[in-house]
């Protein structure tokens, strides 16, 4: 094994990230093994969120991350905590947590986004996405995919239990079958419903 008992910093410039690890080990399999590190793909400026973990475990030929004790910062606000998280290193289909979303609008104000991804089947996989809004508060966000023989179906739907704003329970769903279902009825295409038509205006983007 190669020790680094020093603090060691460190910068993935293809996904933006940078961080930070009190203790690094190199094993004789060319795992990495971080100790008391964070991370953040924030500008250096900037450091709205950050992850810190007690320990990371990658392992590059597996192309698998571990991370045990791991807090999401928001504002310096723990805003999520896991003892155990899994997560794949590169493009690979692999259940687990993917890179927080961060983003900014005057209809939301400040949004973070913890995306965790299930590979539930060679042609089926779900994503859910709680994301917290400074203005709005808390919505869970999740999306279905499914390929079949007609193409690719996707279902998604939205709850946002206590809109700051709106001041009630909202919700909305998508669905949007492959067309060949439904080839004398373009509406069947894109069926979505929503308890207010004002949701898609009020609180997304698009």
Do not use: H
């Amino acid at each position: 094994k190669a020790y680094i008992n020093s603090p060691t910093y460190f910068r993935y410039y293809p996904r933006n990230i940078r961080g930070n690890a009190q203790k690094t080990i190199l094993t004789k399999d060319k795992n990495y093994q971080l100790y008391n590190s964070a991370f953040t793909t924030c500008p250096p400026e900037n450091s709205d969120w950050m992850i810190s973990s007690n320990e990371i475990n990658i392992d590059p030929n597996k192309q698998i991350g571990t991370a045990k004790n791991t807090v999401l910062y928001f504002y310096d606000v723990p805003v999520f905590y896991s003892p155990y998280l899994r997560f794949p290193t590169s493009s690979q289909r692999e259940s687990g947590l993917l890179m927080p979303l961060y983003s900014q609008s005057d209809r939301y104000g400040v949004a973070i986004t913890t995306p965790y991804y299930f590979n539930l089947a060679p042609n089926y996989d779900l994503i859910m996405l709680p994301r917290y809004m400074a203005k709005r508060d808390l919505q869970l966000l999740v999306e279905t995919r499914q390929l079949n023989s007609y193409g690719l179906n996707t279902i998604n739907v939205e709850y946002l239990p206590n809109d700051q704003e709106f001041g009630s329970f909202r919700k909305s769903s998508l669905a949007n079958p492959p067309p060949e279902l439904a080839p004398n009825n373009p509406r069947l295409t894109n069926l979505k419903r929503a308890k207010d038509q004002r949701y898609a205006l009020k609180v997304n983007d698009d």
